[in-house]
């Protein structure tokens, strides 16, 4: 199960007027892994052994709970509930026990999905330093966007030698880009903020008035679910 980077839907998401446009890729990238385990890779041998390994997460076992296809995940978790059953055993030994708790906390972190989504959006990460070197117009979608979530700024500088000798530039724009940004909602936040001020209750507030579900998406990414 593979996820193909497609850098039209980046120039895309670039435009659009969003507080992270990598949030808005992550999504569609999730929507297809969701779309698969559900679909085709339920019959995947393969497939079944990783979720038999991993399972998947309270949030994307409630995504795909969800749905309409109940057999599909039903047929996954009963293979992850076999690969756990070994696991829980009945003991008088306490050391034994307790190897149990951090075993099964464990079992509890682990999502196939998440892994498959990360490992779609580390290439993302890369191709948009590659794009940043070798396409002179995507600079200009970059620098006209509104910057990032704090968590895929961060995921982009992680990854800015993809951008091979154009790094220190690349980080650069990455940089200045991000701060306008957060200073332009920033300044929104406080805005809204003194309007609650009697003062300026004749003043109108603008966009203003949603700075801080923006903010919100700033500092922790877009929710979706």
Known sequence: MAYHIDTG??????KVDTECPLCEIKKIVEEQF???????AVMEDNTRIK????????????MLFSRQNKLSIALQIGTRVDNLMPEITDTRNVKSALKQVKTLENASKTCVVCDLVEESMVKYYKTI????????NFIK???????????????????????GFFAKEYVHVLGSTQKRNMERLQGELKKFCD????????EPLGSAETALPRMREKLYGKKYD
């Open 129 to 136: 330093a590659q794009m940043f070197q070798r396409e002179p």
């Open 195 to 202: 309007k609650h001020d009697y003062r300026n209750a004749l």
């Open 51 to 62: 979720v038999g390994k991993k399972g998947f997460c309270a949030r994307h076992f409630d």
């Open 34 to 40: 969701l779309h698969e385990f559900l679909n085709d």
């Open 141 to 163: 979608t970059l620098v006209s966007s509104k910057g990032f979530c704090l968590h895929h700024y961060s995921e982009l500088l992680k990854y800015s030698k993809s951008a």
């Open 9 to 14: 839907l980046i120039k895309e998401k670039f």
